[in-house]
T-cell receptor
Framework: NAGVTQTPKFQVLKTGQSMTLQCAQDMNHEYMSWYRQDPGMGLRLIHYSVGAGITDQGEVPNGYNVSRSTTEDFPLRLLSAAPSQTSVYFC??????????????FGPGTRLTVL | GDSVTQMEGPVTLSEEAFLTINCTYTATGYPSLFWYVQYPGEGLQLLLKATKADDKGSNKGFEATYRKETTSFHLEKGSVQVSDSAVYFCALTEGGDDKIIFGKGTRLHILP
């Protein structure tokens, strides 16, 4: 199993450019999510999905779009990049239980810089 | 709403010292509790977890006990190593909720 994979590992964008961060998992997990990690801010949830065709907003969704057309893939789109979106982005997946989200598996992260 | 509070870092210790990182939570029901660790340049990975009161999670010499009476899940290790230098996150999930709540993380530095 590859687990959770993310591409690219590093990216530099200019203000106003668009791009898609890719995330894929091969564990058949229902739940997938995107976080951003900034110094001193911990992890902040951007968007999440509990299954194919279902997405919802997290704590900081503005400026980001997601879709979940398959169980395996959960891409994150930046439509018009801004310097405030400079951050490290993590994708995570987990199975769902009646008692809540199970252990989350994280990808290695994408370090994004917006100039 | 649910929340997780953990001690602010950085925490700096000498090798072989005893470690405690405090974590307290607020939740409406009966959450599952987790500790995640993030090594430099990597994503988070699960260190240990506990799903009900009085459960003790343990892994790699780390332990944490789910204390419902004090709403706490403190992380402990008897003798830390330089390789334990990382950022540690306390987290919780609840049944019927679609989110996992993370604390802000505690950076740990172990000096040789």
């Amino acid at each position: 199993n590859a687990g959770v994979t993310q591409t690219p590992k590093f990216q530099v964008l200019k203000t106003g450019q668009s791009m898609t961060l890719q995330c894929a998992q091969d564990m058949n997990h229902e739940y997938m999510s995107w976080y951003r990690q900034d110094p001193g801010m911990g992890l902040r949830l951007i968007h999440y999905s509990v299954g194919a065709g279902i997405t919802d907003q997290g704590e900081v969704p503005n400026g980001y779009n997601v879709s979940r057309s398959t169980t395996e893939d959960f891409p994150l789109r930046l439509l018009s990049a801004a310097p405030s979106q400079t951050s490290v982005y993590f994708c995570a997946s987990s199975s769902l239980r009646t008692s809540g989200i199970n252990e989350q598996f994280f990808g290695p992260g994408t370090r994004l810089t917006v100039l | 709403g649910d929340s997780v509070t953990q001690m602010e870092g950085p925490v700096t210790l000498s090798e072989e010292a005893f470690l405690t990182i405090n974590c307290t939570y607020t939740a409406t029901g009966y959450p599952s509790l987790f500790w995640y660790v993030q090594y430099p340049g990597e994503g988070l990975q699960l260190l240990l977890k506990a799903t009900k009161a009085d459960d003790k999670g343990s892994n790699k010499g780390f332990e944490a006990t789910y204390r419902k009476e004090t709403t706490s899940f403190h992380l402990e290790k008897g003798s830390v190593q330089v390789s334990d230098s990382a950022v540690y996150f306390c987290a919780l999930t609840e049944g019927g909720d679609d989110k996992i709540i993370f604390g802000k993380g505690t950076r740990l530095h172990i000096l040789p």
